[in-house]
């Protein structure tokens, strides 16, 4: 016998777990849990989903001629030459209008690689008409928020785009995300991401359904009811005037959902301007391709979420500045959905292994994956169907569902020892978006 | 201080230079002075202009009127050379015309002086003859040389005017290099290269691009894209909807460059024959002709400066646009024809008084051409130069001499035996150790004398013959 005894112990257990009386006793436990925190949540989502669905059907393909003039901030590092593709996909916008680029190489005395093949583009561009180029060195490092704060100094539109160095645009990009500047009400737009490495590895088909999961699905669904979580670094529309109003990007990390915040300390006060997402002004953006980098990632970004929510915004969750419905919405997809959650899977999960025996753990965790499976697949089916702009493409990625319950429950884990780490161990002075010389003087 | 200087018509010192000022009233930099004339109008200008020894514009002149001075005094020959200086408040462009901005009336003196000093250098009789000479004589007599200016609105674009001024408007150009190939001018720095129409010259030209095949200029450029998903390739125009591209082929929606499509190359699209090219032609249009041609067969032109040779020097000391034996004809010189009437009256009148004796020396400079190739014509000219400075110490105020096509010079000697004509040979002979050059300059001499070697029937066309065949052989 070459398969050992206790093995077949575990699959034995398995298989009848889910008949025995105490998995039953566990599961109604967590049903309240989940009934409670998640499903309001993709509820909510869902029906955003179905209204914008609806919307979009009715919606005229082209629009009046409002064509405002554009800056895109391009906030470069050592992207070295993918930046071209970031320039070259901006110039070749289907937009009548006016584009001015402006690639900020942050450090570029040691980045001479990002930089000149940024400058390198600007035959390129200046040819084609309407579209300049105005790549900004910043020779010493600074970090992102130093680098778009410059950038602000030269820009010159009505329409700022904060974006990244390392994302492309679709062609229709500016021309969906500037139609919405039409309504004097809409302060700022959140554009999609999607994952342009998608076909690299395991991991980045992973995270290209989780991004169209949490930022196609999830922040469409939150915009129809005004509650867009976060304006993603990578991808954020700026009126001019909003941008000048809270004055610009402040210092330290996660600089996104800091200016989200701060623009919706805003939303109490003057209540005629909103936050739109647009799930089809979309942007391609490179991902970490292996586990160990995408863990690394997350570490930082979960980390600087928890840093956000309890040590530099904690003010903002107040009634009296985001109004009630931001208020709930913050508390309960930021802070409970984002942070609490988190913590409390890993508690309960730990609970389970201490207090009962592993088969029915096992069968119990077996039912869970599957209660989520079948959650998943129906939603990403509704989802594509009513959402994708590429259906086929991310019909494709249906293959990979199983996987996802356990990729997701792996990041929740994650998740908790970010945020346990940022609260003990000061972890978003640990970052690579800006040099320590710069995160050290920040206030919070 | 008092300079004087020697010239032609003798010894002037720096009192009696007498400079003109043109002025421009109520606009003078220089206080008036003694010695210098005003004048405040063109026509008096012209007036007086010939008993002067330079000019001055004092004033803010427009550039048509210092134009309109400057043409006047170069285009008359007999003042073409002098200097026209002008007042630190010309501008600058037209200060060019001039032979520069002066401090003060001081400077002006001193430096017609300086000019007038080197006088020697110009046979004054030669003026009048041609235009050659006049341009000559302006660069002998100055540092610079001949600059181009650019005249935009001009058809050659580059000109010289004080080139025009001095020999009329026509064919300036062609001129100037008739010059340089003659060797009286040497080419100054490249300035430019400029390309004319091939019909009438002109520099004003168009370049355009046009349809390949039907010459139209109505030519669009047109971008291609490439679809990735069906591989075909085609105008963006094909590709363009309502809501973006979508492929004519394959109906895929292009969305994301780079992965849905690119755009593969650029081309361009005739609006005439609807003809599809990648390159277009380019052709010239002539703005002053509107003859069309192909850059290949424009006229291409290089624009250089000019300075004077040491030949052109030559030429313009001398009065005769020659060669370096010219040099020699200052020593009594009379032209052949008359050398030969001179020497025949000498015959007969030898052979009707016996006494009255006479010689004649040819001197050749066997190596001249050597010497001149290892030396330069300049070296070579300065050394014909001290020879005939040599000679003319040598012979005496009655002796005549000429010079024959082939630089051959003759002397012919009146009242001298064979003893007197071999002394002065020998002394001739004896210049050549004088030369520090090597090579030295070989002389060949043939001396004739009337007391031992004169035929029966002898005339000065059989005696030179009979001198130049022993030369020569």
Redesign the interface.
């Known amino acids: 016998m070459l398969i050992p005894e206790p093995f077949f112990q575990i699959i034995a257990l398995v298989l009848e777990a889910p008949l025995v009386s105490e998995t039953w006793e566990i599961i109604l436990r967590f049903i309240p849990f989940v009934l409670f925190l998640e499903m309001p949540v993709y509820l909510l989502i869902l029906m955003g989903v179905l209204r914008y669905g609806l919307l979009r059907m009715n919606e005229v ?2 629009r009046s001629s409002y064509y405002p003039s554009v800056s895109c901030l391009i906030t470069c590092y050592s992207e070295g030459e993918a930046v071209q ?1 970031t320039i ?2 901006l110039s ?1 916008q ?1 937009y009548p209008g006016r584009i001015q680029i402006v690639p900020i190489i942050d450090g570029a005395a040691a980045n001479k690689e990002t930089y000149s093949a940024a400058l390198s583009m600007k035959d390129e561009v200046d040819r084609l008409p309407n579209r300049v180029l105005k790549v900004v060195p910043k020779w010493q490092r600074g970090g992102r928020v130093s680098a778009l704060n410059t950038g602000m100094n030269f820009a010159d539109g009505e329409i700022i785009m904060a974006l990244d160095g390392d994302t ?5 990009m500016v021309e969906r995300a500037t139609r919405h500047f039409e309504n004097p009400t809409v302060g700022c737009v959140a554009g999609c991401l999607r994952v ?1 490495n998608v076909r690299a590895s395991l991991v980045t088909r992973l995270q290209a359904i989780e991004y169209f999961f949490s930022i196609q699905a999830a922040k469409t669904g939150l915009s129809a009811f005004g509650l867009v979580n976060n304006i993603s670094g990578a991808f954020g529309v700026f009126r001019r005037s909003v941008l000048e109003l809270i004055g610009g990007w402040d210092a330290g990390t996660a600089e996104d959902l800091d200016i989200t915040l701060r623009v919706k300390n805003y939303l109490g006060r003057y209540h005629c301007f909103r936050i739109v997402f647009d799930p089809e002004a ?1 942007g ?1 953006t490179h991902v970490p391709d292996t586990f160990r980098d995408f863990f690394k990632q997350r570490l930082r970004w979960d980390g600087d979420l928890s840093f956000m929510y309890f040590r530099k915004h904690w003010r903002t969750f107040s009634p009296r500045l985001v109004g009630w419905k931001n208020f709930i919405a913050l508390l309960w997809t930021g802070l409970l959905f984002q942070v609490v959650m988190p913590v409390v899977v890993v508690i309960y999960t730990a609970y389970l292994f201490i207090a009962y025996p592993l088969g029915v753990v096992a069968g119990t965790m077996a039912l869970v994956y599957l209660f989520y499976l079948a959650a998943m697949v129906i939603l990403f089916l509704v989802f594509v169907l009513l959402l994708s ?2 259906p086929r493409q991310d019909l494709l990625l249906v293959f990979w569902l199983p996987l996802v319950p356990i990729f997701a429950f792996a990041n929740r884990i994650h998740g908790a020892f970010s945020a346990l780490w940022e609260i003990f161990g000061l972890g978003h002075q640990d970052t690579n978006m800006a040099p320590w010389w710069v995160t050290k003087k920040s206030k919070f | 201080m008092v300079v004087a200087f020697t010239s032609e018509e003798g010894v002037i010192s720096m009192e009696e230079i007498r400079l003109l000022r043109f002025v421009n009233c109520g606009n003078i930099s220089f206080a008036p002075q003694d010695g210098v004339i005003d004048v405040d109008t063109l026509e008096d200008l012209v007036a007086k202009i010939r008993s002067v020894h330079g000019v001055i514009l004092d004033g803010d002149f427009s550039k048509e009127t210092v134009l309109m001075a400057v043409k006047e005094i170069r285009k008359i020959p007999e003042t073409c050379y002098l200097p026209v200086f002008c007042s630190p408040s010309l501008d600058s462009d037209s200060a060019l015309f001039t032979d520069g901005a002066i401090k003060s009336l001081d400077q002006a003196w001193e430096k017609t002086a300086d000019m007038w000093g080197k006088l020697n250098e110009v046979d004054r009789g030669s003026l009048e003859l041609s235009r050659d000479f006049r341009l000559l004589a302006y660069l002998a007599l100055r540092q610079e040389g001949l600059n181009p200016l650019l005249q935009p609105f001009t058809c050659d674009a580059y000109r010289y005017p004080i080139a025009e001024f001095l020999g009329g408007e026509s064919e300036t150009r062609q001129w100037l290099r008739n010059l340089r190939d003659r060797g009286l001018l040497s080419q100054g720095p490249l300035i430019d290269r400029i390309r004319s129409c091939p019909k009438c010259q002109c520099t004003h030209l168009n370049y355009i691009d046009v349809c390949p095949n039907c010459g139209s200029i109505d030519i669009v450029p047109k971008e291609f894209i490439h679809c990735f998903t069906c591989g075909r390739v085609g105008p963006v125009d094909d590709f363009l909807q309502e809501n973006g591209y979508r492929c004519p082929f394959c109906g895929t929606h292009l969305r994301h460059l780079g992965s849905d499509y690119d755009h593969p190359l650029e081309s361009f699209l005739c609006n005439d024959c609807g003809h599809k090219f990648i390159e277009a032609h380019v052709v010239v249009d002539c703005l002053s002709c509107q003859t069309r041609s192909d850059p290949e067969e424009l006229l291409v032109n290089t624009i250089h400066g000019y300075r004077i040779s040491e030949k052109g020097r030559a030429a313009a000391r001398v009065g005769s646009i020659d060669d370096v034996y010219a040099l020699l004809d200052r020593l009594n010189y009379v032209i052949p024809a008359y050398f030969n009437q001179l020497l025949d009256w000498m015959i007969l009148l030898n052979r009707r008084y016996p006494d009255q004796t006479f010689s004649v020396v040819g001197v050749r400079f066997v190596n001249l051409i050597q010497v001149s190739e290892k030396l330069g014509r300049h070296r070579a000219s300065q050394i014909v130069d001290a020879l005939a400075e040599r000679l003319r110490q040598l012979i005496r105020n009655t002796d005549v001499t000429t010079r024959t096509a082939t630089g051959i010079l003759l002397l012919l000697l009146p009242m001298t035996d064979e003893a007197g004509a071999s002394v002065v040979g020998g002394r001739i002979l004896e210049l050549v150790n004088l030369a520090e050059t090597s090579p030295k300059p070989q002389f060949q001499l043939v001396a004739f004398s009337s007391s031992q070697n004169m035929r029966e029937g002898e005339s000065a066309s059989s005696l030179l013959a009979r001198i130049l065949g022993e030369l020569e052989s």
């Open positions: 393909p082209w593709q070259r996909s070749r289907l492309s645009f679709d062609n229709d342009r979309m391609f702009e590429r």
